[in-house]
């Protein structure tokens, strides 16, 4: 069930999200918050900015929140993400044993959170996350699809 902080959260992904068509990258927004709810990394989707296919807002929030505590064990920390992780994301996500993942906008191309694939739930890894879905989620749906009607936004 979702909790009342998970809006807040993701209304602060959602701006992370507004400032990436600038760079004509796909509004996709991402934080990390700590065991006591602040924010310790907020980013955003960065692949066209950089010319790195890598560079989706979740790597790119997890290696800052790794910076900041000094592991890449991000045991205590909930991510909060604009659109549904994909499978590389999902496995940088088990990779640093994130607990919780919040997120808003379905990917039902390439999901993997329970849309098309559920990697951060597979019983047979070694790390499960737990998964609030959906939150914000027209918010996040009118980001996306406002930025592919627009060609301007995109060239």
């Not at 808003?104 to 609030?132: C, I, P, Q, T």
């Amino acid at each position: 069930m979702e909790l009342p902080q998970h809006r807040d959260w993701m209304r602060l992904a959602l701006a992370e999200a507004a400032q990436a068509p600038a760079t004509r990258d796909v509004p996709v927004g991402a934080i990390v918050v700590d065991a006591a709810g602040e924010v310790i990394a907020a980013r955003r989707n960065e692949r066209e900015l950089h010319g790195d296919p890598t560079a989706h807002a979740e790597l790119l929030v997890l290696r800052s929140a790794a910076e900041v505590t000094g592991d890449w064990r991000l045991t205590d920390c909930t991510l909060v993400v604009t659109l549904e992780p994909c499978v590389m994301c999902a496995g940088a996500i088990l990779a640093a044993r994130i607990p919780t993942v919040v997120f808003g906008a379905w990917d039902e191309k390439a999901g993997a959170a329970g849309s098309l694939y559920d990697v951060l739930r597979d019983r047979r890894l070694n790390h499960r996350v737990e998964v609030f879905a959906g939150v914000e989620a027209e918010a996040a749906a009118r980001l996306l699809l406002d930025f592919f009607e627009d060609p301007l936004r995109r060239s």
